[in-house]
């Protein structure tokens, strides 16, 4: 028992470690998901995620805030305004990369010019699918965004652990598309890194 325990105070300490995320007091794990907290306990149920008063301070040394503030400024006048601070929060909370996840959503569901009926009607971010089936069909229909973007998140999570392997070139035969979906996504990810 005092071993597991002390096993699990190390791979806890080389999880902080090697995501960058700092200045946390607390760290409760249940059911696999960590939650990481300055002064608020965090209430996490398996289908919705709620958190934001969760402090990550940085991802890959770089701000939250400023990932946070580029993502705004590229999804402004989209329909995915005001979800920047959900996607980044959500993507560093559980160590994945936050600018792969704008990738894959602006590539997934070109709203930086006229979004796909998918996302549209079906609040889908990356063409899953499941059930409900979105008009009858087999991608996804979810009540909200947010719910689409958490699902996106937990699939890398729980396909690509490694945060070496979480590159559209080494996820992409995963989503069943091509070296050209990589490059797109690629070129996203660099332009919202690029937004001033």
């Not at 995501?19 to 919705?48: A, Q």
């Not at 959900?86 to 959503?105: E, Q, S």
């Not at 973007?149 to 070496?164: G, T």
């Not at 992409?172 to 070296?179: A, G």
Request: aromatic content about 14%; hydrophobic content about 35%; charged content about 30%.
């Amino acid at each position: 028992m005092r071993r597991s325990v002390i096993l699990i105070t190390l791979l806890v300490f080389n999880f902080f470690i090697f995501y960058g995320i700092k200045e946390f007091n607390k760290v409760i794990i249940d059911n696999d998901m960590m939650v990481y907290f300055k002064e608020k306990p965090v209430v996490i149920e398996t289908e919705k995620v709620e958190f934001l008063d969760v402090v990550v301070e940085e991802y890959n040394k770089e701000k939250i805030e400023n990932i946070i503030a580029k993502m705004d400024k590229y999804f402004n006048k989209t329909p995915l305004e005001g979800y920047g601070e959900y996607i980044v929060k959500t993507a560093a909370y559980k160590g994945v990369d936050p600018y792969l996840i704008g990738g894959i959503i602006l590539e997934s569901t070109t709203c930086k010019y006229d979004c796909t009926i998918l996302f549209k009607e079906c609040n889908n971010v990356y063409m899953e699918k499941g059930e409900p089936g979105c008009f009858g069909g087999s991608y996804k229909k979810y009540d909200k965004i947010d719910d689409s973007i958490l699902d996106l998140v937990l699939n890398i999570r729980k396909n690509f652990e490694d945060s070496k392997e979480q590159t559209p070139v080494k996820i992409y035969k995963h989503f069943n598309k091509n070296s050209s979906w990589a490059f797109k996504v690629n070129k996203y990810i660099e332009i919202l890194k690029r937004v001033k």
